[in-house]
């Protein structure tokens, strides 16, 4: 097997074995990654002499039996999670030049854990998008076909381990940022529940919803990565204090008997009919290895795009308001007074997406409007998470399709916003209800991957990732590669 073919869990092997160094796969990933760049534009920032350091540091920590459970593992961050020294940029202009002082939580549990950091990773601008189009530093190209998006906001991830530019990624996910782009990209991803990864040092878009998880080759890689990553936060307020399960535990266990329910309302009439088939191929494998199967109504998962456009809209509105050329981000030349300083600074430094969004957002919160569209959003919101709990109090696992289509050209959606928002339609509600959530390659639709979603109830992360491993040792679909990348 080529170097940078290997998974996670087959790197730290080889690494503990002695069978490679770190440096080795460092090397080995940084001239591919260059490479790539004209073509798939994955990276915003590469960190070569930081993983050379880091590879080396790692090797003499395993030289003398030591290093984390990562140990000298090559990989790369969304460009959302602050890293000390490194400039992250949101992929946008508004903060092109800015570096922070500490370390997102998420990139100090792996750096402990022994991962060495590539880089940074594209993004849709402030992870506002679809289709990773939005980002100052250009769009990245999906591997299997540069003309096709690769999904978003976590475009740059999804493509990179497509790509076998490195193994893993962290990336984040707040109405399906994770699961579609890993679906557009022939991956696997994994949301967990709201609360279970600490949000400290990752610059926020809606708070309620962004979750940070792992995008990589497979569920094993996902397990062994998470679980570095999770745990109780004291500097978020929003991180849970819940036990952190051994995710690697019980992978191969036997899926007899495990309920899995069908929505309905994800195989309606806007699934593409190859993708499907596909899917439900996939249901096939889960049923022939002793899962049982049945249908099941959410009726209020069609209310779950409208209720998601109104509430992260308004938390992004809030959250962004702290750009204003004041303190960090962009400032425009040679403000008149300190109105000019706000609306220039604000105006240059975000692009259109963005502005759409803080707009909505400050509409929707405005007097006179709150009760009409916060207020009633909220309360879908609730509706949509009851409609979750009675579903698990009759199945184990919900399955369908991850998004309604494969992956889409470049171009094709960024006039009519509304088309692009109802690509999240399947992926929207698991945010909304804080559930965790992944995406597996499941076959090809028109020779473009197919992802197969899996939803669990709260904190049942490691239900979902055994069930995703399960199928991944009957079927090959997480191993094929992009011809150009192979």
């Keep these: 097997m080529t170097m940078d073919r290997r998974t996670v869990t087959q790197m730290a092997a080889d690494l503990r074995a002695r069978k490679v160094s770190s440096v080795e796969l460092v090397r080995a990933c940084l001239p591919r990654i260059e490479a790539s760049q004209s073509s798939l534009n ?32 090559p990989i790369g961050h969304k460009d959302l ?27 100090a549990r792996l750096q402990a854990a022994g991962a060495v950091m590539l880089g940074k990773l594209n993004m849709d601008e402030f992870a506002m998008g679809s289709s990773n189009e939005t980002s ?12 096709l998006v690769p999904g978003g906001s976590s475009g740059g991830c999804a493509a990179a381990v497509a790509a076998r530019l490195l193994p893993a990624a962290t990336a984040t996910d707040t109405g399906g940022s994770i699961r579609q782009p890993a679906a557009f990209c022939g991956v696997t991803g994994i949301k967990p529940t709201y609360g279970r990864v600490s949000r400290y040092g990752m610059i926020a878009f809606a708070s309620s919803l962004d979750q940070g998880g792992v995008i990589a080759q497979t569920a094993e890689d996902c397990a062994r990565v ?28 036997p899926l007899a008997g495990v309920r899995i329910g069908l929505l309905k309302e994800f195989f309606d009439t806007g699934l593409e009919a190859d993708y499907e ?11 022939r290895l002793g899962a049982r199967l049945c249908e099941l109504s959410l009726p209020n998962i069609p209310r779950s795009v409208p209720a998601y456009y109104v509430v992260a809209p308004a938390e992004c509105s809030s959250n962004l308001a702290r750009y204003d050329g004041v303190r960090f981000g962009h400032r425009c030349r040679n403000p008149r007074d300190l109105t000019d300083l706000y609306k220039r600074s604000r105006s240059e430094g975000f692009g259109a997406e963005v502005k759409r969004r803080i707009m909505t957002g400050t509409y929707v919160l405005s007097a006179g409007y709150y009760d009409a569209y ?15 709990e009675r579903a698990f109090a009759e199945v184990d696992l919900l399955m369908g399709p991850t998004t309604p289509t494969p992956a889409f050209a470049l171009g094709a959606k960024s006039a009519d916003p509304i088309t692009m928002y109802l690509n999240d339609i399947y992926t ?53 590669v992009p011809e150009r990348c192979a």
């Excluded at 490194?86 to 939580?105: H, I, Q």
């Excluded at 639709?445 to 904190?459: E, K, N, R, S, Y």
């Design 428 to 480: 929207i509600s698991a945010n909304l209800a804080g559930l965790p959530a992944m995406s597996v390659p499941c076959g090809f639709a028109g020779g473009l991957p197919v992802g197969l979603q899996i939803i669990g109830p709260h904190f049942a992360e490691q239900r979902l990732l055994h069930a995703a491993h399960r199928f991944q040792l009957e079927t090959d679909w997480h191993t094929r």
């Design 277 to 287: 088939r596909r899917v439900r191929e996939a249901l096939a494998v889960f049923e």
């Design 374 to 388: 916060y207020l009633k959003a909220q309360r879908v919101r609730r509706l949509i998470t009851a409609d979750f």
């Design 226 to 253: 998470l679980r570095s990553m999770a745990g109780f936060d004291p500097r978020d307020s929003t991180s849970v204090d819940n036990p952190v399960p051994d995710y690697l535990a019980g992978l191969d266990a």
């Design 81 to 107: 999670f602050c890293t000390a020294g490194v400039r992250t940029t949101c992929g946008s202009r508004m903060l092109e030049n800015f570096v922070a002082p500490y370390d997102a939580t998420v990139v």
């Design 42 to 73: 994955a990276f915003v920032t590469v960190t070569a002499e930081q993983a050379l350091a880091q590879a080396q540091a790692a090797d003499r920590e395993l030289a003398a039996g030591r290093g984390g459970p990562l140990a000298g593992v």
């Design 136 to 147: 100052y530093f250009g769009p990245v190209r999906n591997p299997w076909n540069t003309d």
